[in-house]
């Protein structure tokens, strides 16, 4: 099984800084991450898809990079709203998802 | 528009099974794959597995193969997922999820299963 470790666990930010979430896979998946952003009860929004493309509808201030072993999720300048939980997931191998980075309010 | 809508919430004993219904309407049913997901309270996303809902196909993650049955029925356009042996870790929010180029794009509501004595 591929597993996905995300880090920092907790990122303490304030609004309008720039914010780095890293995922690091246990072996190389090409560029098949997504990033999904989870907000408290509600269910999980695709944000980037095949490491670097944004979805329909999400704003230019998210972006992804990465390849092999490798990706970041990158919020250019943080609004109220982005405050959440992002994971990412891969789907070269099965399916699994990283544990999660909580972005919290500093 | 692209809905799930999925069965109620379910308290079921250690040891029995649980089967879960998600609805759907807005799409062709058997152009796209559906995918069962769960989250644990305060966890993070797991998944479980996939059916082809055109040929009835499935995939299952490993740790589930042999507990879990994705099934589907093409004439109400729903699709159904069972989970036997129930242990309490088993609590969690299930989710369908269809996906769109491969990635989950399209939730149900979630569906709480509490397994306790």
Redesign the interface.
Known sequence: ?IVLTQSPATLSLSPGERATLSCRASQSISSYV?W?QQKPGQ??R?LI?DASNR?TGIPARFSGSGSGTDFTLTISSLEPEDFAVY?C?Q?SI???????TRLEIK | QVQLVQSGAEVKKPGASVKVSCKTSGYTFTGHYM?WLRQAPGE????MGWINPNSGGTNY??KFEGRVTVTRDTSIDTTYMELSGLRSDDTAVY?CVRER?????Y????TLVTVSS
Not at chain 2, 101 to 105: L, Q
Not at chain 2, 107 to 110: A, I, L, S, V
């Open positions: 099984e997504g999904y269910t999980p695709l898809y979805a994971y997931q789907r099965s399916i699994t998802f990283g544990q999660g | 995918h993070g996303l797991e998944w993650a490993q989710y180029g491969a990635w989950f794009v939730w149900g509501q979630g």
